[in-house]
């Protein structure tokens, strides 16, 4: 029976999974630790706002829960030591240098957790891996445990999350499904009927599976890879339906309702972001040409293709239509997270098509609902396309969406977030330069209001 919980990683998965824990198993004491003080010192901030991470849900459960079974701390040794069972949901970015640059996933945060555990280990524990991890990184994982522990029983499984960012704690209530990856052996299925365990206090029995570490491990890829597959598909449908004088919502409505398609993910946009389509798909890709698939590789990287061209038209569209210069032009930004309902920003699109308005030398005035300024710098200035003195001068962040308008030769709206629909588009066009533009590219706004009020508009898929 597990008692004690410990999860190394407190980030977008590591603290909705271990809330959602916390609040669904009262009797388990969930410890959540993470290297940087900062991040830590934000989750037990008493005033609920200022969590790391936004969630709709999420400050209810962290309310109920924290000091009560869930904890937050640095003391990554103790918590270690203590737990029954420990969750590693450290993150894996794509690996920036070596061997594999720019496809494969960095292992290194995983492996230092390994070796850690191996050090600090004094009693059996059920080692979890729930971060985004190429096919056989238990098997590693494992490795480390076994020849570099101190004689301590190890089990590894693998247990892949699949909440999406905005309605994580939703998609952790009531999962699709929860997959559990383990060994054969004995020892590895009892290990697994006790994470079965677990995850039964909330969810159905039959929604959780249980499969051999390699296929949960590359279940994983597999549903990002497809999921991120109909974005692109749908985007470079959109692209052709602009030259031709279709709308592509209405070609993604009337193919949606072929039930053999479904309607989920068909939504077209400025391209996708987020943490995990580019770099799990980047991964399949390396996994596939180290086995020698080039078929298989190159397949899956035309995803990839797809969404870079996705993003560079859209940005090329604001440039040609706005007389082919944006150089001095005012810009507003509107979203910058890489959808609705979240403040996380990695691979955002808004990330790219700012860069390349930039590089034209626009001056971008930017507003997101939830993303604070030093993350929308730092995501600039990470790109070392030009100096943090640079971005500045020709970069401001804004509070309020009005500011960002005002002046500006035209808008680019760039996440979903409900709350554009709801402004005085009336006020915004008194207070552009004309003729005002908007370049919708997540196809949010009401096109036939706009115009009337006499903006020119671009709509993202609409000829
Ligand atoms: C994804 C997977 O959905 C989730 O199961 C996995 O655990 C992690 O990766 P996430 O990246 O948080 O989740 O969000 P998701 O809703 O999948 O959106 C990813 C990107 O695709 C966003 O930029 C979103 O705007 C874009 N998208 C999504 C579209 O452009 N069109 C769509 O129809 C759906
Ligand atoms: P994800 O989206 O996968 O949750 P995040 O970057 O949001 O990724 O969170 C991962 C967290 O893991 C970060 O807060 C980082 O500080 C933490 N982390 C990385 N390596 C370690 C480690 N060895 N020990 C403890 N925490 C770690």
New binding site residues.
């Given amino acids: 029976m597990i008692k004690t919980i410990c999860c190394?990683?407190?980030?977008?998965?590591?603290g909705p999974t271990m809330a959602v824990i916390a609040l669904k198993c009262p009797d388990i004491t969930v410890n959540v630790?993470?290297?940087?003080q900062t991040?830590i010192d934000a989750w037990n901030d008493r005033d609920l706002n200022n969590l790391p991470i936004y969630e709709p849900g999420l400050i209810e459960i962290i309310h109920k829960c924290r000091g009560r079974n869930l904890f937050f701390s640095t003391e990554?040794d103790k918590a270690i030591e203590d737990a029954d069972a420990i969750f590693i949901?450290?993150?894996?970015p794509t690996k920036a240098y070596g061997v594999g640059k720019g496809q494969a996933a960095d292992l290194k945060?995983i492996e230092?957790?390994a070796r850690?555990i191996a050090e600090v280990a004094t009693t059996p524990k059920i080692v979890i891996e729930k971060?985004t991890l190429p096919v056989r990184t238990a098997e590693a994982i494992s490795n480390i445990l076994k020849n570099t522990g101190n004689g301590v029983d190890f089990q590894v499984l693998s247990n892949p999350e699949f909440l999406a960012e905005g309605t994580a704690v939703q998609d952790l209530l009531y999962p699709d499904r929860v997959l559990i990856g383990r060994e054969e052996s004995k020892e590895g299925k009892k290990a697994a009927q006790t994470l079965v365990d677990i995850y039964k206090n909330w969810v159905n029995e039959d929604k959780i599976l249980t499969t051999n570490v390699w296929s949960s491990e590359l279940s994983k890829l597999t549903a990002n890879a497809f999921l991120a597959q109909r974005v692109s598909s749908i985007n470079a449908m959109s692209e052709l339906c602009e030259v031709t004088g279709a709308d592509v919502n209405e070609v993604a409505k009337a193919i949606g309702a072929d039930s053999r398609i479904g309607s989920k993910f068909l939504k077209s946009s400025v391209g996708f972001g987020g943490?995990c389509f580019q770099k799990d798909i980047l991964n399949l890709v390396y996994i596939a040409k180290s086995y020698g698939l080039k078929e298989v590789a190159d397949y899956w990287e035309q995803v990839i293709i797809l969404n870079n061209h996705q993003k560079r038209r859209f940005a090329s569209n604001i440039v040609k239509t706005l007389f082919n210069t944006v150089s001095g032009k005012d810009i507003a930004i509107l979203g910058w997270a890489f959808k609705k309902n979240t403040n996380d920003t990695r691979e955002s699109a808004a990330i790219y098509i700012s860069n390349e308005l930039l590089k034209e030398r626009a001056e971008l005035k930017v507003f997101d609902p939830k993303v604070t300024k030093e993350q929308i710098f730092s995501d600039l200035d990470r790109l070392e396309t030009r100096t943090e003195e640079e971005n500045k001068s020709l970069v401001s962040v804004v509070e309020d969406p009005y500011e960002a308008c005002e002046n500006a030769h035209a808008v680019a709206v760039l996440t979903e977030w409900d709350e554009f629909n709801g402004y005085d588009w009336e006020k915004i066009y008194r207070s552009m330069k004309k003729p005002a533009f908007v370049f919708d590219g997540r196809a949010l706004l009401d096109q036939e209001k706009l115009e009337e009020i006499g903006f020119a508009t671009y709509k993202i898929g609409k000829g």
């Fill in positions: 190394i990683g407190a980030g977008y998965v590591g630790v993470d290297l940087s991040r990554v949901s450290v993150n894996t945060y230092l957790c850690q971060s943490s």
